[in-house]
Structure formats: C-alpha cells, structure tokens
C-alpha cells in the first residue's frame, strides 16, 4: 500500500534564508530570489565553460609550439612547467598501440604517465 502524506512544511529561501511556508517544493520567497539564485548558477557555468576553453586554449598553444620546432613528444614535467594541464583533452581513445591517445583539438599524441609522444596532427576521423 502506498499514499503520499501532504505535508505543509517550512522552509528557507535558497536565496535569502527567509523561512517559507507552503507547498514543500516552494525554494524561493520571491521571484527576485529566484532570479538572483538561477543567474548566479548560470555565472558560475559560464564561469567553468570559460575556465576549460582557457585550459585547452593553453595546451593547444604549447602543443602548437612544439610542432613548430618540430619535436613529436616531450616530458610531462617540462609541459606541466610550461602550463600544460594533462587533465583537459577534447579526444580520447583508449589503448591504441598499448597506449591511451588523447586529442586537444587537431591535435593528438600517446600519452605515458611520464610523457608525451608521436605528436602531430590529424582530423578526429582519421585513424
Ligand atoms: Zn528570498
């Protein structure tokens, strides 16, 4: 047997903190609390969007730089001094020729816990 118990509650703003009363799904006690709440999480995604495009941004302009000397690989530590940031990629395929290949963009490379290698670049549907 089941049934649902109606239960007027109070509760807080999410906002403001002001206590509410009423329906239980009730979060807010106005609609400007409302809309100053759900702005403010859409700044923080915008926030984060933008804070990943600048991480990527930065690896692909290193990655860029080494293939303009004409390197194909490098050391994780000597990228990490340089502000490369190994945890954001745009392409992963795991385990070709033993080891995980991730992408930045055109950009691709095998990488090791120590380094990068057979860097170049290559459109993601390429093999
Ligand atoms: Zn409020």
């Known amino acids: 047997m089941s049934y649902k118990l109606h ?3 109070e509760g807080n703003c999410l906002e403001c903190g002001t206590a509410i009363s009423g329906r239980r799904d009730k979060r807010f006690c106005s ?5 100053k709440y759900n702005n403010r999480a859409q700044m923080v995604k915008r926030q984060l969007r933008a804070q990943t495009i600048a991480a990527l941004t930065g690896n692909y302009a290193i990655l860029e730089a080494l293939l303009k000397e004409g390197k194909t690989g490098a050391g994780l530590e000597e990228l990490t001094e340089l502000g490369f940031d190994p945890a954001y990629v745009t392409g992963h395929r795991r385990g070709h020729f ?3 290949e991730y ?6 490379y095998y ?16 093999p």
């Open 103 to 108: 992408a930045c963009f055109d950009i691709w």
């Open 31 to 35: 609609l400007s609390c409302k809309n």
């Open 111 to 126: 990488r090791t816990d120590t380094r990068i290698f057979h860097l170049r670049r290559k459109a993601a549907d390429q």
């Open 7 to 9: 239960i007027e509650e």
């Open 98 to 100: 033993r080891h995980d």
